[in-house]
Every structure is written in C-alpha cells, then in structure tokens.
Nanobody
Framework: QVQLVESGGGVVQAGGSLRLSCAASGRDFSSYAMGWFRQATGREREFVATISWSGGRTYADSVMGRFTISRDKAENTLYLQMNSLKPEDPAVYCC????????????????????WGQGTQVTVSS
C-alpha cells in the first residue's frame, strides 16, 4: 500500500522559514517525478514545485527564489525548503507523485498525479 506522509508544517512569522518533508512508503519512487502542491482556504489546489526523476526542478512563479524542492532517493523522501514566507503562502501543502516513471513532471503540473499525501498545514503570522 502506497503512502505519502507529510510533516514539518506549523506556524511561522512572515519572513521565516519552514522545511516540509514527505516520506513515501509502499513503492520506490526514485524513478518518478514528485512534487508539492498547496490549497489555501477557499481556493483551488495549485502547483508549487516539481522535481523530475533526474533532478530537474520547476517552480511556480509565486515561490521562485524562495522555495527549494529536493529529494533523497535512498530515503524515498521529498523535501520543500520554504524561506521568506509571505502572508499569501498559508495553505495545506501536499506532496504527490507522477503516474508514470521517467518523466519531467509536466503532467503533475497539470494536476494529473499518481498518489497524493494528506497534507500538512502551513500558517504564516504577520
């Protein structure tokens, strides 16, 4: 059974940092693109960042230069380092995997994913 479990969310002041983790189990995702998405209250889920199976990274314009996606294939874990958090960043952050192996993650950025995690809440106080 595949599971994606996020952790690391919490409350942080504007300008602060958080590091999210997504631990995958039940399958080796080292050959799959993975990504982070977020959904704020009253808004649709949106793409944040993806990392391809070969390490290529793509970011939403809103987080470019502030967030960094990375992965540890040996640990089957995905990370999101979030710096310079802004009042518009609060949301439930979810990780996801691609449906197919050996892709750049393009389908994921269109919300076509294989597995979703349950999410972790990020709150930014001003």
């Amino acid at each position: 059974q595949v599971q994606l479990v996020e952790s690391g969310g919490g409350v942080v002041q504007a300008g602060g940092s958080l590091r999210l983790s997504c631990a995958a189990s039940g399958r080796d995702f080292s050959s799959y693109a993975m990504g982070w998405f977020r959904q704020a209250t009253g808004r649709e889920r949106e793409f944040v960042a993806t990392i391809s199976w070969s390490g290529g990274r793509t970011y939403a314009d809103s987080v470019m230069g502030r967030f960094t996606i990375s992965r540890d294939k040996a640990e089957n874990t995905l990370y999101l380092q979030m710096n310079s958090l802004k009042p518009e960043d609060p949301a439930v952050y979810c990780c996801a995997t691609d449906r197919r192996a050996y892709t750049g993650g393009q389908a994921m950025r269109q919300m076509t994913v294989g597995y979703w995690g349950q999410g972790t809440q990020v709150t930014v106080s001003s």
